[in-house]
């Protein structure tokens, strides 16, 4: 398997543009986190999706972040409109989230630049 | 409300050197505890786990945990740390339950020739 896939790699954009993010998990993992990482505040957990759900996304900053699983190898975070203060690192992680294996499988994330 | 607390944000530390980052936790259920390791630029990795059993777990590359429930600790030790163990260390609880992950804000460890 190739792990979790990110795209893209780097994001720079304009204040005020719309920016999707994307993931693709790993086959057959049943759970998958958005995660954002910046020096100020670590590393934050945005929303996570369980069978395709979004079940917890306390997370969100504001209602200008979005996220969706539309099927189980494919979710996109949508940051409308895009702020400076959104510059950060994000991060997809993907497990199976039952029983003994409880390991995250992280991507390599997405550098998201704000101008 | 889960949460982690890893005191140190920067552990400087000689080659062959002993080491412990230090991580402790709040949640009011039955928790799993994890580290992770994250290298420049990369994304981060399972180091090690706690779910059961054995309070001390341990890693293939040297590194072991204890998990201490009254001291509701999950420190991270290294009897000898190599140069290509320096990195940015995560510190990380779930309920039991629940899938959610919370990550402390992690120790940055360098390791000094």
């Known amino acids: 398997d190739a792990g979790v896939i990110q795209s893209p790699r780097h994001e720079v954009t304009e204040m005020g543009q719309e920016v999707t993010l994307r993931c693709k998990p790993i086959s057959g993992h049943n759970s998958l986190f958005w995660y954002r990482q910046t020096m100020m505040r670590g590393l934050e957990l945005l929303i996570y999706?369980?069978?395709?759900?979004?079940i917890d996304d306390s997370g969100m900053p504001e209602d200008r972040f979005s996220a969706k699983m539309p099927n189980a190898s494919f979710s996109t975070l949508k940051i409308q409109p895009s702020e400076p203060r959104d510059s950060a690192v994000y991060f997809c992680a993907s497990s199976w989230g039952q029983g003994g294996n409880e390991k995250l499988f992280f991507g390599s994330g997405t550098q998201l630049s704000v101008l | 409300a889960q949460s982690v607390t890893q005191l140190d944000s920067q552990v400087p530390v000689f080659e062959e050197a002993p080491v412990e980052l230090r991580c402790n936790y709040s949640?009011?259920?039955?928790?799993?505890l994890f580290w992770y390791v994250q290298y420049p630029n990369q994304g981060l990795q399972l180091l090690l786990k706690?779910?059961?059993?054995?309070?001390l777990v341990e890693s293939i590359n040297g590194f072991e945990a204890e998990f201490n429930k009254s001291q509701t600790s999950f420190h991270l030790r290294k009897p000898s740390v190599h140069i290509s163990d320096t990195a940015e260390y995560f510190c990380?609880?779930?309920?039991?339950?629940?899938?959610?992950?919370?990550f402390g804000p992690g120790t940055s460890l360098s390791v000094i020739p």
């Open positions: 999706f369980n069978n395709n759900v979004p």
């Open positions: 990380a609880v779930r309920e039991t339950s629940y899938d959610k992950v919370i």
């Open positions: 949640s009011s259920v039955s928790v799993y």
């Open positions: 706690y779910l059961s059993g054995s309070t």
